[in-house]
């Protein structure tokens, strides 16, 4: 009997409590007061990274526009994964918000699976930046543009090499992509994060190109290390006007990367508005302007309904190559 007791009280407990629950699930997200404290942004980079300089460099504009602090959280790890699914699965009250970049597209084409789902998984808000890849030889090299590569690549098949920072990285599928338009054989030589992304070796002469975002490779260019032979966005790279773009060369060969904000699914469309508003706000500014320029990264916003086709333009792009490519999909 008494058994029977416990046992109705610890049903009647646990009813309460998903009651409870369930009735807290169901409360709209008060929009009218929103933000009424501090609002915790992840970047799925480590410290000093790119990536972290930039995210860290638009929240604190951000934050002014919309009037209430920024916690930038570095959640590194498993190429953004991590704070891909931190995101995915926290509160859609607008206090948790993530810095995320195209990586996340290429991630999506290549991996077997995510504990999230790579386009519905996130309320996408805004793009914040985009910029283009460098090719880049070293200095000492006899590559003197795209031409030269292309050239060298047909008489040396498998013998030419390009480094990325990893297997099924964006960098990785640019070069699978210049491989696949050019129709030559290239030798992939990746370098983690954390790997220093061969610079010692392309320096050296031991791998002969490598593809990387201006912030990386033009302070090598300026000291006279690096040669850049080309940019990949439509149109020349103001900081190295005299730098062809892929396409003078590759006609359609064209990619642009991006670094964007969103938020967990079921983000209220109000909250979502003042944060899209709050970003074009700031990329106004023009300090952060140069900031950014300064980092490689052209400062740009979007719509939300421009930023989910971006995102799922770049996943099937990329998803494309990595299968005519037949480049092996990690676990």
């Known amino acids: ?33 929103w933000p009424n404290k501090p609002i915790k942004l992840l970047v799925g980079s480590p410290a000093g990274s790119g990536t972290d300089a930039v995210s860290r460099m638009v929240a604190a ?24 699914e931190l995101t995915s699965k926290a509160p859609p009250d607008g206090y948790t918000l993530i810095s995320i970049s195209s990586a996340h597209a290429s991630q999506a084409a290549t991996l077997k699976s995510l504990p999230y789902d790579p386009v519905e998984g996130l309320t996408w808000i805004s793009t914040v930046g985009v910029y283009p890849f460098l090719l880049a030889v070293s200095q000492e090299s006899n590559i003197q543009s795209v031409a030269d590569l292309i050239k060298k690549a047909k008489a ?9 920072s990893g297997v099924g990285s964006a960098l990785h599928l640019m070069g699978e992509l210049l491989a696949a338009q050019t ?14 992304f061969g610079y010692t070796d392309i320096l050296a002469g ?14 090598y260019v300026r000291a006279n290390k690096l040669r850049a032979i080309a940019v990949t966005s439509p149109d020349r790279y103001e900081t190295l006007p005299n730098v062809p773009t892929l396409s003078e060369t590759i006609p359609g060969l064209e990619v642009i990367s991006w670094l964007g904000y969103a938020s967990p699914p079921g983000t209220p469309v109000e909250i979502v508005k003042k944060i ?3 970003i074009r706000t700031a990329l106004t500014n023009k300090d952060l302007q140069a900031q950014m320029q ?38």
């Open 61 to 84: 504009k951000v934050s002014e526009a919309l009037g209430q602090v920024f916690v930038v959280e570095n959640k590194a790890g498993a190429g953004g994964q991590i704070a891909a």
């Open 1 to 33: 009997m008494l058994i029977e007791k416990l046992s109705l009280a610890l049903l009647v407990l646990t009813l309460s409590a998903w009651t409870a629950l369930k009735a807290q699930a169901q409360t709209p997200v008060s929009t009218s007061s």
């Open 156 to 164: 040396n098949p498998g013998n030419v090499s390009y480094t990325s």
């Open 276 to 278: 899209n508003a709050s």
């Open 294 to 331: 300064k980092a490689g990264v052209r400062p740009q916003a979007n719509s939300p309904e421009e930023f989910h086709a971006l995102v799922e333009k770049g996943i099937a792009k990329y998803k494309a190559i990595a299968q005519s490519r037949k480049i092996e999909i990690q676990p």
């Open 183 to 196: 129709d030559t054989q290239m030798t992939h030589i990746p370098f983690p994060a954390g790997g220093g």
């Open 206 to 219: 031991r791998i002969d190109m490598m593809i990387n975002i201006p912030g990386l490779i033009v302070p």
